[in-house]
């Protein structure tokens, strides 16, 4: 004889004038995914798919208003009225929802849902996520005092009509998935991944959920399928003519240049946009961009990073609350600085092992050097400690870098040094920097604070708070603090790229009292080299799947978004070997 554990179910408490009503379509989601239901509703999360697309489409007639559905003491037998795109709500329920169809018909209303599909063969004519989201709005009908006695579903793509028959079963699961649907959100407790589901490919918040990653470093053998990561259909429009003007046409982008002649940018082929120096943008253009939620970076004709214009941003408020309490814990922010500097030192040894062109002998004390840094950082038992140890490395690091160097027509002397004029280089140096080594880094340095800046702000976090770097007025902390493993894997590889295969010559440069810097088509073939290297492949070292770099930032900020909120005991960070 075997015995059954019973569950006890709870009902949530009755909403009140301050709670949300829940939609009736995201208890059709958490009855198919729990996680997929809390994403969007309790952390408002959400991507665009083709799937989501081709849905607002179907939905496209019936979500036109008509007339209003009559009083239920005004229908009567010789009524036949059709309503569109009926909202009703109800605090007792505890739910809101938007009907297609209203069918009123002999004294009798049969609600109607759009669905863009087809028809599943199963017995019960429709999967249960979808025959509760009709119940609830069968149950809001009735409530409102009108007769219902069954429901029914449209499917789009096999044109049937499929009927949902209201029992006692059905209407007692419709209450208690708004039950547990309130609950979860209520309590703060986001529901794990699915385990290899079959859901999981085409829905439209994989790349927020990350299922198979999070299983990946929950421990499991299996490796991730690359669901996650989609193509970079949009990528960055950089304008860096001066005296440009950035106008809106439509649905494109029109650059009316004076050098360049004017070109013209879809709206849909743009991720983000970055102006520099004295380019101007029409308001039009500016509200356009920022209802699409494309952000705006501005930065000085020179490439210092001055900020970034969006729309009103991501809604989460849960994982900014726990980004910012986070950052309050000295014993927490202290151990992921430790982490974070181990890992830019480790990322530093990889460039070096890599790209060293001078003596193995040199070559091994610095490696070991750096190597003997990172083991330190564990030991560091202050930030002030921890600063220490990082610009030891980068003292280390960067007197190597010279060795990393090899401009065309670079000479060996006897001793088997390389003469490199102009792009000598002894230390690292800013603020102006004084050599056109120094300029490009400060350029690459500045970009990639960019990139950052506006992928943390795309997931919902705040890229001024951070966790090692101190919170000033006008300094994107955490950006900065997520950059360093990236500084020598993106910025620093550039600059040796550009260098080496002879892309930046000396007459790229300009020097001045006041320091050096690219020249405009110096700037913008650096420029085209950055984004070049961001669009590169490189295989995950953890997941396994190839990725762009670019998607490799935004990954990295949802992963950070998954620990900050507890479900990740570690901020797994980018060490490729």
């Given at each position: 004889m075997t015995s059954r554990q019973l569950d006890l179910h709870l009902p949530a408490p009755p909403t009140s004038?301050?709670?949300?009503?829940?939609?009736?379509?995201?208890?059709?989601?958490?009855?198919?995914?729990?996680?997929?239901?809390?994403?969007?509703?309790?952390?408002?999360?959400?991507?665009?798919?083709?799937?989501?697309?081709?849905?607002?489409?179907?939905?496209?007639?019936?979500?036109?208003a008509n007339k209003p559905l009559p009083e239920p003491e005004a229908l009567d037998d010789d009524t036949r009225v059709v309503s569109r795109s009926l909202t009703l709500s109800s605090e007792k329920l505890g739910v809101i929802a938007k009907i297609d169809i209203a069918e009123a018909e002999d004294g009798i209303v049969t609600p109607v849902e759009y669905k863009r599909g087809k028809r599943p063969h199963i017995a019960q004519g429709?999967?249960?996520?979808?025959?509760?989201?009709?119940?609830?709005?069968?149950?809001?009908?009735?409530?409102?005092?009108?007769r219902v006695e069954e429901g029914a579903i449209w499917y789009a793509e096999s044109r049937e009509r499929v009927r949902i028959v209201l029992d006692d079963e059905l209407r007692i699961a419709a209450r208690e998935a708004v039950?547990?649907?309130?609950?979860?959100?209520?309590?703060?407790?986001?529901?794990?991944?699915?385990?290899?589901?079959?859901?999981?490919?085409?829905?439209?918040?994989?790349?927020?959920?990350?299922?198979?990653?999070?299983?990946?470093?929950?421990?499991?053998?299996?490796?991730?399928?690359?669901?996650?990561?989609?193509?970079?259909?949009?990528?960055?429009?950089?304008?860096?003519?001066?005296?440009?003007?950035?106008?809106?046409?439509?649905?494109?982008?029109?650059?009316?240049?004076?050098?360049?002649?004017?070109?013209?940018?879809?709206?849909?082929?743009?991720?983000?946009?970055a102006l520099f120096g004295n380019v101007s943008i029409t308001t039009p253009a500016l509200a356009t961009l920022m209802e699409r939620e494309i952000p705006v970076a501005f930065h000085s004709h020179g490439g210092w990073f001055r900020g970034v214009t969006h729309g009103l941003g991501h809604r989460n408020v849960e994982v900014r609350t726990a980004q910012y309490r986070l950052s309050f814990d000295a014993s927490y922010c202290l151990?992921?600085?430790?982490k974070l500097v181990a890992a830019?030192?480790?990322?530093q040894r990889t460039i070096a092992r890599r790209n060293w062109r001078g003596d193995r002998d040199a070559r091994k004390t610095v490696l070991d050097r750096l190597n003997a840094a990172r083991r330190s950082t564990t030991r560091a038992g202050s930030t002030s400690a921890l600063l220490g140890l990082e610009g030891d490395s980068a003292a280390t690091y960067f007197r190597a870098f010279a060795?990393?160097?090899?401009?065309?027509?670079?000479?060996?002397?006897?001793?088997?040094?390389?003469?490199?004029?102009?792009?000598?280089?002894?230390?690292?140096?800013?603020?102006?920097?004084?050599?056109?080594?120094?300029?490009?880094?400060?350029?690459?340095?500045?970009?990639?604070?960019?990139?950052?800046?506006?992928?943390?702000?795309?997931?919902?976090?705040?890229?001024?708070?951070?966790?090692?770097?101190?919170?000033?007025?006008?300094?994107?902390?955490?950006?900065?603090?997520?950059?360093?493993?990236?500084?020598?894997?993106i910025a620093d590889s550039v600059v040796l790229s550009v260098v080496?295969?002879?892309?930046?010559?000396?007459?790229?440069?300009?020097?001045?009292?006041?320091?050096?810097?690219?020249?405009?088509?110096?700037?913008?073939?650096?420029?085209?080299?950055?984004?070049?290297?961001?669009?590169?492949?490189?295989?995950?070292?953890?997941?396994?799947?190839?990725?762009?770099?670019?998607?490799?930032?935004?990954l990295q900020a949802r992963l950070l978004c998954r620990h900050l909120l507890g479900e990740l005991p570690d901020y797994p960070h980018y060490l490729p070997r």
């Open positions: 004038g301050d709670d949300p009503l829940v939609p009736a379509r995201m208890v059709n989601e958490f009855v198919y995914c729990p996680r997929l239901a809390y994403l969007m509703w309790g952390q408002a999360e959400w991507a665009e798919t083709g799937d989501t697309v081709d849905g607002r489409r179907v939905h496209t007639r019936v979500d036109r429709a999967y249960e996520p979808e025959r509760i989201q009709v119940c609830l709005q069968a149950l809001l009908l009735e409530e409102h005092g009108y039950s547990r649907l309130r609950l979860t959100v209520a309590h703060g407790r986001i529901p794990p991944p699915l385990q290899d589901s079959p859901k999981c490919p085409r829905c439209a918040l994989v790349s927020i959920c990350l299922p198979d990653e999070m299983r990946s470093l929950g421990g499991s053998n299996l490796a991730p399928r690359p669901i996650a990561i989609g193509a970079d259909e949009a990528l960055p429009l950089v304008v860096q003519s001066q005296r440009a003007r950035i106008t809106k046409e439509g649905e494109t982008l029109k650059i009316a240049d004076e050098e360049q002649g004017d070109t013209k940018v879809r709206l849909n082929d743009v991720s983000d946009v151990d992921f600085a430790r830019k030192i480790v990322n060795e990393l160097l090899a401009p065309p027509g670079a000479e060996k002397s006897s001793d088997g040094s390389q003469h490199l004029a102009p792009f000598r280089f002894e230390a690292r140096n800013r603020r102006p920097p004084t050599d056109p080594v120094n300029a490009m880094l400060s350029l690459s340095y500045a970009m990639l604070t960019r990139h950052l800046t506006v992928a943390l702000a795309t997931v919902g976090l705040d890229p001024y708070r951070g966790f090692f770097h101190a919170p000033r007025y006008g300094k994107p902390a955490l950006a900065l603090d997520i950059m360093e493993p990236f500084r020598p894997i080496n295969t002879g892309e930046i010559s000396a007459g790229d440069f300009v020097t001045a009292p006041t320091g050096t810097s690219l020249s405009s088509a110096g700037r913008r073939r650096f420029v085209g080299a950055f984004e070049r290297r961001l669009s590169q492949d490189t295989t995950h070292p953890l997941f396994g799947y190839r990725l762009s770099m670019r998607r490799l930032l935004l």
